[in-house]
């Protein structure tokens, strides 16, 4: 019977097997029901802006029966007021229809301008049934109380008040934002609809309807969308109309979702506001509706919250029918890989465990079983059937490496008495070689070390006393060194110091070379820049009068051709003065021959007598044209005249304008180059200035250098000055000499913080280098 081991490989076989298949049932269910969920949500969010869509337009309806109601009233009385068919009465009655016939009306009113309705304001001061108020002005008002009966209450005026101001501002209908009314003696949180009353395109009042809040709220209230889910409303400023809980009521939104509800206040756009929670409640999305409320210029908001739980319901039960599902083909699959991992791994795999036992005792005897398979199974069997003979090879040889162990083990012996002695030896070395180096450490350097080395440890010996005579002899070189270096610090520090301040003066003195030269330089390219524009100027000025003389030949020649048209014109006057001189004598003559004719050519004379006299006439015109063609020809050639005298003084100017335009281009080449060889100047200063503050600043690095070596000198004679050799006595006396000398040496001035982490960073390499020799 086959039994799982929870360490067996086909226990293993098995868990990793199902585990994977596990998870890919889960990967693909996760999917499968996350993109479900997704529809889900999809289809549940649009139905929610359906009913947010459906409420609005509730709302927006049961708000527009007002609007009508309003807009009408207002136009009738403008119209009749407008005719003067209607007085306080009739406009008392149309207000209480209003109410009547509307059952979402609070209340049906009119405020009249003052003195504009009737002009009798005088007569109904304080008279309340004809809605006279304390100035007599026309303010009458229809309201439902909680019974629905409609009763008539007057108020006084207010011109000030959103619900009249907006409108009668504005000239159009409006919407005022919700507000407690107390005309009426009740407390009521409505909202006002006006619409302004013209008469003659003059304003004379507004005319609206009133709508209690309560009762359009309590209707929304009662809306549930999805079962669990509720409808909100919020006003044109952003109050609460229909709030989540009663204290809310007219307070302003706040929290999460605020600039989607101000966006669609502003923009008439729906948005979407996800995973809210209120008082504890469980989880929901909320749908933002805008509802433009029609021809009020106002715009509320519908709010539809669908609980999570709408949406995670139809996927929590598809979750569970998925997972029964995949708990069922796990099972079948593990059904299955059971019964294959019993007959084609338990069984051979036994077998192999066994025959393993078997050779771990030491009994290689029989072969193992299960050769004659074609699998892996009958690959391992040939496999360990060789390492059984392996095995048996391996006993026989095992006597032998026990023999060989032995004679090993009487080796190691001898050798392990030779180790010890040379080991007593070299610790006797070693001990002699640490006290002399000891010595060395307290600055001894006369001590060599004394006794004998046998062997190979002679060299040490010889090796360790030529390097102390060797580092005796360098100390004492170096100590007698120090002096010197240290008196010529001092010098080199002293007059870095020196040319470090005459460099700085030079350099202050480049400096205000450099910026006088660059102040000239640009006086200079200054001069150059409006030398230049004065040249483009009278440039400009020379093409300008060369074009004036074009237009002055231009119209000589006009003149001229003027002159000659003058003289043809008068030559033309000429031929027709003598067409009518004909003309008269042909007239002339037959008037005579019809004189001659008698009384059959007393019409041929009148006839005559007016083409003479036409031909008078004729020539009379034509004398005075000559006239004045002569008098226009006379001005003609004056003109002409006064014409080339003026071409002939714009080419003068035209020329001399020239001469100045290339006096001004020499002076702007001119000044031009001084800027250039002002510039080369500046450059070359300016580049002199840089290379002396350069020198400076390696003036300084130079004396803050000579100062860390100085300081260095002195700590490097104190560091020879620990050791102790034969000629210590000549070695401190240049020591106390320096030292005699360094307080009288002149202070250097301060390195630049720059140059100390190079001066140090070689001093510590210095340092490092005496140790280390």
């Not at 360790?464 to 520090?493: D, H, K, P, Q, W």
């Not at 030398?531 to 003389?549: F, I, L, N, T, Y």
């Not at 006057?573 to 050519?601: H, M, P, S």
């Not at 000629?727 to 000499?737: H, I, L, S, Y």
């Amino acid at each position: 019977m086959f039994r799982l081991q929870p360490k067996s490989l086909a226990t293993k076989l098995i868990a990793v097997t199902g585990g994977t298949i596990a998870l890919v049932l889960i990967a693909s269910n996760y999917l499968l029901i996350s993109q479900s969920s997704d529809r889900v949500q999809s289809l549940i969010l649009d139905e929610a802006n359906s009913q947010a869509r459906s409420i609005a337009s509730d709302v927006s309806g049961a708000i527009g029966e007002l609007v009508s109601s309003a807009r009408t009233s207002a136009a009738i009385i403008g119209k009749a007021h407008e005719n003067g068919t209607l007085d306080r009465k009739q406009v008392i009655d149309l207000l209480k229809v209003n109410v009547e016939q509307n059952p979402a009306a609070y209340g049906s009113w009119y405020a009249a301008e003052k003195d504009s309705f009737d002009g009798k304001s005088a007569e109904y001061v304080g008279n309340k049934e004809f809605a006279g108020d304390k100035n007599g002005t026309f303010n009458p008002y229809w309201t439902k109380d909680k019974t629905g009966t409609i009763q008539f209450t007057p108020f006084e005026s207010d011109y000030e008040g959103a619900w009249y101001a907006l409108a009668a501002k504005s000239g159009k209908g409006a919407m005022t934002p919700p507000y407690q009314e107390s005309t009426t003696g009740e407390s009521t949180s409505m909202s006002s609809i006006g619409y302004p009353v013209y008469s003659s395109g003059k304003l004379i009042g507004v005319a609206g309807a009133d709508v209690k809040l309560s009762t359009l709220a309590e209707r929304v209230a009662q809306i549930k969308p999805f079962g669990s889910g509720r409808v909100l409303l919020l006003t044109q400023t952003g109050k609460w109309l229909v709030p989540p809980r009663p204290e809310l009521a007219m307070q302003d939104y706040e929290g999460t979702g605020l600039d989607t509800v101000k966006e669609a206040i502003a923009s008439n756009k729906p948005g979407f506001v996800a995973d809210l929670s209120f008082d504890d409640n469980e989880p929901f999305d909320r749908i933002v509706y805008p509802v433009a409320l029609p021809d009020v210029n106002a715009t509320w908001v519908v709010l539809v919250d669908v609980p999570r739980s709408v949406i995670g319901a139809p996927v929590r039960d598809q979750t569970y029918m998925m997972i029964a599902g995949g708990v069922i083909v796990l099972a079948v699959v593990l059904l299955g890989l059971w019964i294959a991992v019993r007959n084609y791994v338990q069984r051979p795999l036994a077998g192999l465990v066994g025959d393993v036992a078997r050779l771990g005792r030491g009994d290689y005897a029989e072969p193992v079983s299960g050769q004659d398979r074609t699998d892996e199974t009958g690959e391992v069997a040939k496999a360990l059937e060789g390492f059984r003979h392996q095995l048996a090879d391996t006993k026989r040889l095992e006597a032998e490496a026990d023999a060989q162990r032995q004679m090993t083990e009487t080796e190691r012996g001898r050798s392990e008495a030779e180790r010890q002695a040379s080991s007593a030896l070299q610790r006797d070395i070693v001990s002699r070689l640490g006290e002399g180096l000891a010595r060395l450490s307290s600055g001894e350097l006369s001590y060599r070390l004394s006794g004998e080395f046998p062997g190979e440890y002679a060299k040490l010996k010889s090796d360790f006393n030529s390097a102390m005579g060797s580092l005796e002899e360098t100390i004492r070189t170096v100590n007698s060194s120090v002096y010197s270096i240290t008196n010529g610090t001092n010098e080199i520090s002293n007059g870095a110091a020196d040319l470090s301040h005459r460099t700085e003066q030079q350099a202050a003195s480049l400096e205000e070379t450099a910026a006088a030269l660059d102040e000239l330089t640009s006086q200079v390219n200054s001069s150059a820049d409006n030398a230049r524009v004065a040249a483009q100027s009278v440039s400009s000025a020379s093409d300008d009068a060369a074009k004036s003389g074009e237009v002055v030949q231009k119209a000589i020649a006009a003149m001229k051709g003027i002159e000659r048209s003058s003289g043809e014109i008068s030559n033309i006057i000429g031929v027709i003065d003598e067409i009518a001189f004909q003309t008269n004598l042909l007239a002339l003559n037959a008037g005579v021959e019809a004189a001659r004719a008698g009384e059959a050519g007393k019409g041929f004379a009148v006839v005559a007598q007016e083409v003479r006299e036409l031909a008078q006439r004729s020539a009379n015109a034509a004398k005075e044209i000559k006239n004045l063609i002569n008098a226009s020809e006379t001005q003609v050639r004056d003109g002409v005249d006064l014409v080339g005298r003026a071409g002939n003084a714009l080419e003068k100017i035209a020329q001399q304008v020239m001469q100045i335009n290339g006096l001004i281009r020499q002076i702007s080449s001119s000044a031009s180059e001084q800027a250039v060889g002002l510039k080369e100047i500046n450059s070359a200063v300016n580049q002199m200035d840089q290379v002396t503050q350069q020198n400076a600043a390696m003036v300084e690095e130079t004396t803050a250098a000579s100062v860390a070596l100085n300081e260095e000198a002195r700590t490097l004679q104190s560091l020879v000055a620990r050791f102790r050799t034969g000629q210590t006595a000549m070695a401190a006396q240049p020591q106390r000499t320096a030292q005699a000398m360094a307080p009288a040496a002149t202070a250097p001035r301060p390195a630049p913080s720059r140059s100390i982490p190079q001066v140090v960073g070689n001093t510590a390499l210095a340092q490092d280098e005496w140790e280390e020799f």
